[in-house]
Nanobody, 123 residues
Framework: QVQLVESGGGLVQPGGSLRLSCAAS????????MAWYRQAPGKERELVAT????????NYADSAKGRFTISRDNAKSTVYLQMNSLKPEDTAVYYC????????????????WGQGTQVTVSS
């Protein structure tokens, strides 16, 4: 079993910052591409940012460029999303997604999702 657990969400005023964390645990051989998604009420889930296994390559949605930073600590099996200059339109449930190779044989890569963490930007 593999689990992804997000944390760090909450209520923040416009212009504020939050750092989300997503910790992976369980029967893991390797953690490959990781990503953050978000889903606002009444809208489809959308990609926010991705990061490769080495952490050397990242990509961002246009809405996140210049304000959000995705990073990872492979020693802690954790990926982060630093969100600055938050806007009310950033309000959403944020989900972590991981492409993870399981430790048991035959080793295969599966996609796992966390349960989500609520981010609310409001004055």
């Amino acid at each position: 079993q593999v689990q992804l657990v997000e944390s760090g969400g909450g209520l923040v005023q416009p212009g504020g910052s939050l750092r989300l964390s997503c910790a992976a645990s369980g029967n893991i051989f390797s953690i490959n591409v990781m990503a953050w998604y978000r889903q606002a009420p009444g809208k489809e889930r959308e990609l926010v940012a991705t990061i490769t296994s080495s952490g050397l390559s990242t990509n961002y949605a246009d809405s996140a460029k210049g304000r959000f930073t995705i990073s990872r600590d492979n020693a802690k099996s954790t990926v982060y999303l630093q969100m600055n200059s938050l806007k009310p339109e950033d309000t959403a449930v944020y989900y972590c997604k991981g492409h993870i190779t399981v430790g048991s044989w035959p080793r295969r890569e599966y996609v796992y999702w966390g349960q989500g963490t609520q981010v609310t930007v409001s004055s």
